[in-house]
Nanobody, 124 residues
Framework: QVLPVESGGGSVEAGGSLKLSCQAS?????MGWLRQAPGGEREGVAT???????HYADSVKGRFTISRDVDKNTLTLQMNNLKPEDSGTYYC?????????????????????WGQGTLVTVSS
C-alpha cells in the first residue's frame, strides 16, 4: 500500500509556529496526526473525518488546527504557540473507517496506515 508522505517539520523556539502537510492516496475517511517523543509511545494529536469534524488531544486544544482537502487527499496541521513538550516525530495517518475518528485519536496504532514521519523540535 502507498503510505502518506509528511513534510514541514523543523526546529523552532517555544512560542513559535510550524505547519505540517501530508499527501495521502486512496480512500481515507479518517485522517489524523500522531506524534512520538523520544522514548515515548505514539499518541494521537488530532483527527478529522471527511465532513471536516476535528478531534484534538487536550494538550493541543486551542493551539493546533487540523484541516484537510478531501478532493486533493491532503492534510495539514497548523501548530501555534509551540512548547518543548510538543517535540517529537509527527506522523500523518489515514483510515478507511469513517465512524471511528474520535476513537482513533485515543488508539492511534489502530489507524490503517501512517507515513515515515517528520521531526519537530521545539527549544525552550
Amino acid at each position: 500500500q502507498v503510505l502518506p508522505v509528511e513534510s514541514g517539520g523543523g526546529s523552532v523556539e517555544a512560542g513559535g509556529s510550524l505547519k505540517l502537510s501530508c499527501q495521502a492516496s486512496g480512500i481515507n475517511f479518517c485522517m489524523g496526526w500522531l506524534r512520538q517523543a523520544p522514548g515515548g509511545e505514539r499518541e494521537g494529536v488530532a483527527t478529522i473525518n471527511t465532513g471536516g469534524v476535528p478531534h484534538y488531544a487536550d494538550s493541543v486544544k486551542g493551539r493546533f488546527t487540523i484541516s484537510r482537502d478531501v478532493d486533493k487527499n491532503t492534510l495539514t496541521l497548523q501548530m501555534n504557540n509551540l512548547k518543548p513538550e510538543d517535540s517529537g516525530t509527527y506522523y500523518c495517518a489515514a483510515d478507511r473507517s469513517e465512524y471511528r475518528c474520535s476513537y482513533l485519536l485515543t488508539v492511534p496504532d489502530a489507524f490503517d496506515k501512517w507515513g515515515q514521519g517528520t521531526l519537530v523540535t521545539v527549544s525552550s
